[in-house]
């Protein structure tokens, strides 16, 4: 799988970052931020203990100290957790939050903490054509559009059906 350098400028500091599913929010922060702290809220098992001591982010973040960046992947599943990332930041020990997630309108919707200009909202979008370069095909993506997952598939019509399978009205709105 080609990895494509994507025109994203990280804000240096917290941020939520939103976008629709298959555009590679996840891979980009792996990309980014290698080292980081990853929790990754589509591990049921962590989903789970999380949802039941959202507490228990506060001991993961203490019980690595050398981790100065956070990675929570699909924040929106377990809203708790920002009043966990909220209190770190204002303890201010150099935390870089990165909370990355496909609804924004869910955690608005739960009435959860979002920080208060505390974090900066970047959304990441499918491709650009000047991101995929010699890549490209225009009529390609007329037809089946820019999402990652799309781009290298053999026949794009079969990720494409199983993606507007999946969609949620939250995904679409």
């Keep these: 799988m080609t990895l494509y350098s994507r025109y994203f ?4 500091t917290n941020y939520f970052l939103f976008g629709p599913r298959g555009t590679g929010k996840s891979t980009l922060i792996r990309q980014l ?9 589509l591990r049921p098992d962590l989903e789970r203990s999380l949802l039941s001591t959202p507490e ?17 992947d699909e924040i929106q599943k377990v ?8 209190m770190v930041i204002e303890r201010k020990q150099g935390h870089q939050f990165v909370l990355n997630g496909s609804s924004s309108r869910k955690l608005k919707r739960t009435g959860a903490n979002l920080l208060g200009g505390r974090a900066y909202k970047k959304t990441l979008h499918p491709f ?12 390609r993506a007329l037809n089946f559009g ?9 026949d794009p019509s079969l990720p494409i059906e199983q993606f507007l399978q999946n969609l949620t009205p939250d995904s679409i709105l």
């Design 33 to 41: 931020h290698p080292h980081a702290l990853w929790i990754d809220l």
């Design 79 to 86: 809203p708790a957790l920002l009043n966990i990332v909220h």
């Design 128 to 139: 650009i054509a000047s991101e995929l370069k010699t890549d490209f095909q225009l009529e």
């Design 56 to 72: 228990k982010l506060l001991q993961m973040i203490e019980g690595s100290p050398e981790k100065k960046v956070v990675v929570i």
């Design 9 to 12: 400028r990280e804000p240096g």
């Design 146 to 154: 820019l999402l990652p997952l799309l781009i290298e598939a053999k």
